[in-house]
């Protein structure tokens, strides 16, 4: 196990925990275990969210998309993207040096993927990084990912702008990849983001909120949104030709999905 050192748990290793990965410290596993007490839906909404991002960038590397910029990354292991679009370059971006720095021991030998430290909050230092620069040819298409990260972004800071500065560099035929907690119309998809919320909040260091559809809808301006749109993580383009959505299944509450297309 890397990165034993670290005694506070971080959201990539309580992410690393939930799914099977070999990442995580004793911190990580306790803030994990606890939420799982608290929220048992927790491990099975972490699958589906890591899943949509398999989906989704299989997806975008099938459209010809061969480099990808992923904020808010967490660890490249357990199926992240250079493992499941293969041949494509790939820049991970966490602001947790900690995470950085384990990621970079991993990818120490695979010259087609780094990770950088970076804040989502500030684009321009992540647009103009040197490894940015060198790995990724913004003169080509890039498949900007965003995925389970702008829900730690305050209204203040301006989510969509932010989103926006993100997608002004990239050519046309870049696609953007989103995932989100969102806040369900009815009371228990209410009550179930209520739980999760505060388990996160509880459990690592970050303020989570949800947003309605609507508004995140809106951070796909000046893109195309592809198909099926902007729905639960689960129900975007399964693979499994005999996958039909589960309406008492509650985890598919909590994430929605969606990918656009850049101009
Ligand atoms: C919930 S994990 C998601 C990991 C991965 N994207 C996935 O969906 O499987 C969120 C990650 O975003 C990172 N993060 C949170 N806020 C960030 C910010 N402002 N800038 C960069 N990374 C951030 C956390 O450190 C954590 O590793």
Redesign the pocket.
């Known amino acids: 196990m890397l990165g034993e050192e670290r005694t506070t748990a ?3 290793g309580v ?1 690393d925990w939930f ?1 099977g990965g070999r990442h995580h410290v004793a911190a990580d596993r306790e803030a994990a275990i606890d939420s799982q007490r608290s929220f048992p839906l927790a491990s099975r909404v ?1 699958k589906y ?2 899943e949509f ?1 398999r989906r989704a960038v299989r997806y975008v590397a099938g459209a010809g998309v061969r480099q990808f910029l ?6 490249p292991t357990v199926g ?1 993207v250079h493992e499941v679009a293969p041949g494509s370059r790939v820049v991970y ?4 040096q900690d ?1 950085v720095d384990v990621s970079r021991r991993i990818l120490a030998d695979n010259p087609d993927a780094t990770s950088i430290h ?4 500030e684009p321009d230092g992540i647009l103009s990084h040197p490894e940015v620069r060198e790995l990724l040819d913004f003169g080509q298409p890039v498949g900007l ?1 965003l ?3 702008l829900h ?2 305050p209204e203040e800071l301006g989510p969509a702008r932010l989103v926006r500065r993100y997608l002004e560099p990239l050519a046309p035929g870049s696609h953007l990849v989103i ?1 989100h907690g969102t806040s369900p119309a009815d009371e228990r998809g209410r009550r179930i983001q209520d739980e999760w919320r505060q388990v996160y909040n509880h459990t690592v260091a ?1 303020t989570y909120r949800n947003r309605p559809v609507d508004q995140l809808t809106s951070f796909f301006a000046g893109t195309t949104l592809l198909p099926p749109g902007l729905v639960p993580a689960p129900d975007w383009r399964p693979e499994d030709p005999a996958y039909v959505p589960d309406p008492e299944d509650e985890s598919r509450q909590v994430i929605v999905g969606g990918v656009g297309v850049v101009g």
């Open positions: 971080t959201a990539a992410y799914l972490v969210n890591r991002l992923d904020i808010g990354s967490g660890y992240n971006v966490d602001y947790e995470t970076g804040d989502l909050r990912l995925i389970a990260v730690f972004v995932s970050e």
